[in-house]
């Protein structure tokens, strides 16, 4: 396993990390998921991530539970605040309410005395970002919360966030999370530029594209039954298209000479960025984590790139 700075921190996270969004604490039994969080420690994860929403705060439980075996200090872990944690009206959003009580209890679940590190997961527009990180800046000064990030925020967003940041001398947002992929590449136009100028890295989810880049779905097949999209998963479903299958199937022919697996080359075709962190996997079974973590470290040869490049425009 490679490690890598988070944006411009000291903190070395590695290259590949485990979150448990839709998983823990949900459709997969406990037992699976600790096995697949120890196996990840094994393989030299070190860096793990989870949100208050996921499940209700289940998926925290889970993963607290599963990691209380390992010594705080050998990892990295995050957590998040925005979403809809119950029915009043301040039981969501970024106001100073809700982010104070909300890491109050996620560090209840977690069963810890602090998080590595906290994201707002989305932006909040009823919130000005002055009250925002005025919390979150107060939670770094009681030792809560030791990094602070974004997820799925615009570049003008982060770009405002660290101006006022600098000038009211808070903590800044250090790492954004956003959907990159292959076949989500929202984020090379805009979002990367500005990170780099800020010295903010990326930790990205849905590397995988939902696992359409593993390529177990296959244009004109049936989609299998133990697969995400046979969860009624619209968003899922509506980038089963034939334009993508078609290159899923091209993208298997690099992957195949570099002698790498599809998820593999997905993977190590996202970490050929500087500017991410880390790629964010999930996993139902430590097998999956095995065969992803082999794509650390891995340089992909400028042919391979080139015609990724081809086969993806």
Same mark, same amino acid.
């Given at each position: 396993m490679q490690y890598r700075h988070l944006g411009n921190t000291g903190l070395k996270v590695s290259e590949i990390s485990l979150g448990s969004w839709l998983t823990y604490g949900g459709y997969v039994a406990e037992k699976n998921a600790e096995a697949s969080i120890d196996k990840a420690y094994e393989l030299g994860i070190n860096f793990f991530d989870t949100a208050n929403v996921y499940m209700r705060g289940e998926a925290e439980k889970v993963v607290g539970r599963a990691l209380r075996k390992?010594? %705080?200090?050998?990892? /990295? &872990? $995050?957590?998040? /605040?925005?979403?809809?944690m119950g029915d009043g009206p301040n039981d969501q959003g970024l106001s100073r309410k809700h982010i104070?009580?909300?890491?109050? $209890?996620? &560090?209840q679940r977690l069963g810890l005395d602090y998080v590595d590190l906290y994201y707002c997961h989305r932006y909040h527009p009823d919130t000005p970002i002055e009250e925002t990180l005025r919390a979150l800046d107060d939670l770094i000064r009681q030792g809560k919360v030791l990094y602070i990030g974004v997820s799925e925020w615009t570049a003008e967003q982060m770009t405002e966030a660290i101006h006022l940041a600098d000038q009211k001398l808070l903590d800044r947002i250090v790492v954004n999370q956003p959907n990159y992929s292959m076949l989500h590449r929202n984020i090379e136009q805009e979002i990367i530029p500005v990170s780099e100028k800020h010295g903010i890295g990326q930790v990205v989810f849905s590397p995988l594209a939902q696992g359409i880049l593993t390529g177990k779905y296959k244009k004109g097949a049936s989609i299998p039954s133990d697969s %995400? $999209?046979?969860q009624d998963n619209i968003n899922l479903s509506r980038k089963l298209t034939d334009d993508n299958l078609?290159? /899923?199937e091209a993208l298997k022919n /690099?992957? $195949? @000479?570099? @002698?790498?697996? &599809?998820a593999q080359l997905a993977i190590a075709w996202i970490l050929r960025q500087p500017n991410v962190s880390s790629a964010l996997i999930g996993a139902s079974r430590p097998e999956?984590?095995?065969e992803n973590v082999q794509a650390s470290g891995i340089e992909l040869s400028p042919e391979a790139l080139a015609k990724v490049e081809e086969i993806l425009q």
């Open positions: 390992y010594p %705080r200090s050998s990892y /990295v &872990l $995050a957590t998040k /605040v925005f979403g809809k104070m009580e909300q890491c109050d $209890a996620s &560090l %995400r $999209a046979a078609e290159r /899923v /690099v992957a $195949a @000479n570099e @002698n790498l697996s &599809l999956q984590i095995e």
